[in-house]
């Protein structure tokens, strides 16, 4: 077997998907760094757009680099739900303007992080365990981790923003309308729902991962690291 066709059979589904979100990010850049040339209004929001992007394609090429570093795989479907997360919160949250045309973008947004933290709890309660106590242990208790590790980081993520707007008069946490504070409830809306949508997406992938448990423990070898 050449080196070429070696290098192709070591190819899996999920890198064709990293593949189209980098290309599609890249014709994204392209065209707009086009536009920033030709005009001179609105360059200051266009740059800061693309700039973004940029980032979205580092953030989306940083499990590559750790793989480099590391001996083991990150497991194919939490990779290919990243991909999709960065893709939807990047290009079409942050570039094509979602988060302002779609009101609850930012919710499914969410919803779709929280899950994929829950299942990286799945990933890491497997780290911690050998694996003959994986064939034995609750089904319940790995799903009651995987759904409390996923809140908690969307907790930490609210702490983070908090701390944005706070420090640097940021406004993440929609507690200003139009340059008004908002008064009562209506200053928490955002925080509340962002906080319902972590938990309702832990536990949603929580309970998928209960029931694909107790019907087939080899289920969990979809969210373990494998070797290279």
């Given at each position: 077997?050449?080196?070429?066709?070696?290098?192709?059979?070591?190819w899996?589904?999920?890198?064709?998907?990293?593949?189209?979100?980098?290309?599609?990010?890249?014709?994204?850049?392209?065209?707009?760094?086009e536009?920033?040339?030709?005009?001179?209004?609105?360059n200051?929001?266009?740059?800061?757009?693309?700039?973004?992007?940029?980032?979205?394609?580092v953030?989306?090429?940083?499990?590559?680099?750790?793989?480099?570093?590391?001996?083991?795989?990150?497991?194919?479907?939490?990779?290919?739900?990243?991909l999709?997360f960065?893709?939807?919160?990047?290009?079409?949250?942050?570039?094509?303007?979602?988060?302002?045309?779609?009101?609850?973008?930012?919710?499914?947004l969410?919803?779709?992080?929280?899950?994929?933290?829950?299942?990286?709890?799945y990933?890491?309660?497997?780290g911690?365990?050998?694996?003959q106590?994986?064939q034995?242990i609750?089904?319940?208790?790995?799903s009651?981790?995987?759904?409390?590790?996923?809140?908690?980081?969307?907790?930490?993520?609210?702490?983070y923003e908090?701390?944005?707007?706070?420090?640097?008069g940021?406004?993440?946490?929609?507690?200003?309308?139009g340059?008004?504070?908002?008064?009562?409830?209506?200053?928490?809306?955002?925080?509340?729902?962002?906080?319902?949508?972590?938990?309702?997406?832990?536990?949603l992938i929580?309970?998928?991962?209960?029931?694909?448990?107790k019907?087939?423990?080899?289920?969990?070898?979809?969210?373990?690291?494998?070797?290279?």
């Amino acid at each position: 077997m050449t080196k070429m066709a070696k290098r192709k059979s070591n190819w899996r589904w999920v890198d064709w998907l990293y593949v189209f979100t980098i290309v599609s990010q890249l014709i994204y850049i392209g065209y707009y760094l086009e536009q920033i040339l030709k005009k001179s209004a609105e360059n200051t929001m266009l740059s800061m757009t693309v700039l973004q992007v940029v980032v979205g394609l580092v953030i989306a090429t940083l499990p590559i680099v750790v793989e480099r570093f590391i001996p083991y795989r990150f497991p194919e479907i939490l990779y290919a739900v990243y991909l999709i997360f960065v893709y939807c919160s990047i290009l079409l949250g942050t570039g094509l303007h979602f988060y302002s045309r779609l009101y609850y973008w930012d919710k499914f947004l969410h919803v779709l992080s929280a899950g994929l933290l829950a299942g990286l709890g799945y990933t890491v309660f497997n780290g911690l365990i050998s694996k003959q106590l994986r064939q034995s242990i609750s089904a319940l208790l790995m799903s009651l981790f995987a759904a409390t590790f996923g809140s908690t980081i969307g907790i930490l993520w609210e702490f983070y923003e908090f701390t944005g707007d706070r420090l640097l008069g940021l406004n993440m946490q929609r507690y200003m309308l139009g340059g008004q504070l908002l008064r009562g409830q209506a200053a928490l809306v955002d925080t509340m729902g962002d906080l319902l949508a972590d938990v309702l997406g832990s536990c949603l992938i929580a309970l998928i991962g209960y029931f694909c448990i107790k019907h087939n423990r080899n289920w969990l070898n979809k969210l373990t690291f494998t070797k290279k």
